[in-house]
């Protein structure tokens, strides 16, 4: 089964400061990815997705991610962070062919201090 | 117009009571789902329906049962509640079923469950 690490449990950043969060996955096949988040109370929203083509996606607020496929990764950037952006950021991998069985990082919570 | 709405929002309860949690989705998806992210925040996918058809079911106790009466329906009943139940669902629905791929999930609001 496949799995996907996110290696940053917390993070802390100031305003202005430009963020990377990891996520690894586990599987050697063809995936869409995904990050979402989930501001403080509520539900998880789509931050950006990668299902093919430029390894570079974009999302909203600012922020985007890199596909590595040679290092089984996807991490999401952000080059200046805002306190609005505190929030609990989650990677998330669904595996293809098949029905989609998407498989969540155990998340990061990053916190913005104004 | 909220796309996935689930109910209730919250929901306390004795543990060895039985409940349910609905869920609804007007984007005329195929596929719905439920998920459960414990205190942690982690999330698990628990069960998977297309067109009313159980696709995914993960080891979840048998005293979890979803039901889908449509598609754009999914509840979800728990029996005899366990203190270990306590916990957020999220249902989810997405555009396309079987063979799918370049899809994503839409998520409802959760419902906190807490079990005393």
């Known amino acids: 089964a496949q799995s996907v690490s996110q290696h940053n449990h917390h993070v802390i950043l100031s305003e202005a400061a430009s963020l990377e969060l990891g996520c690894n996955y586990s599987?050697?096949?063809?995936?869409?990815l995904f990050w979402y988040v989930q501001y403080p109370g509520q539900h998880l929203q789509l931050l950006l997705k990668y299902f093919s083509g430029d390894p570079l996606v974009k999302g909203i607020k600012g922020f985007e991610a890199e596909f590595i496929k040679s290092k089984f990764s996807f991490n999401l950037r952000k080059p200046s962070v805002q306190w609005s952006d505190t929030a609990e950021y989650f990677c998330?991998?669904?595996?293809?062919?098949?029905?989609?069985?998407?498989?969540f990082g155990t998340g990061t919570k990053l916190q913005v201090i104004p | 117009d909220t796309a996935v709405s689930q109910t209730p929002k919250y929901l306390v309860t004795q543990m060895g009571n039985d409940k349910s949690i609905k869920c609804e989705q007007n984007?005329?998806?195929?596929?719905m789902y439920w998920y459960k992210q414990d205190s942690k925040k982690f999330l698990k996918i628990m069960f998977s329906y297309n067109n009313k058809e159980l696709i995914i079911n993960e080891t979840v106790p048998n005293r979890f049962s979803p039901k889908s009466p449509d598609k754009a329906h999914l509840n979800l009943h728990i029996n005899s509640l366990e203190l270990g139940d306590s916990a957020v669902y999220f249902c989810?629905?997405?555009?396309?079923?079987?063979?799918?791929?370049?899809?994503?999930?839409?998520f409802g609001q959760g419902t906190r469950l807490t079990v005393v």
């Open positions: 599987y050697g096949g063809t995936v869409n």
């Open positions: 984007l005329g998806h195929d596929t």
């Open positions: 998330a991998v669904n595996p293809l062919p098949g029905y989609q069985k998407v498989t």
């Open positions: 989810a629905s997405s555009p396309k079923g079987q063979g799918a791929v370049n899809t994503e999930a839409f």
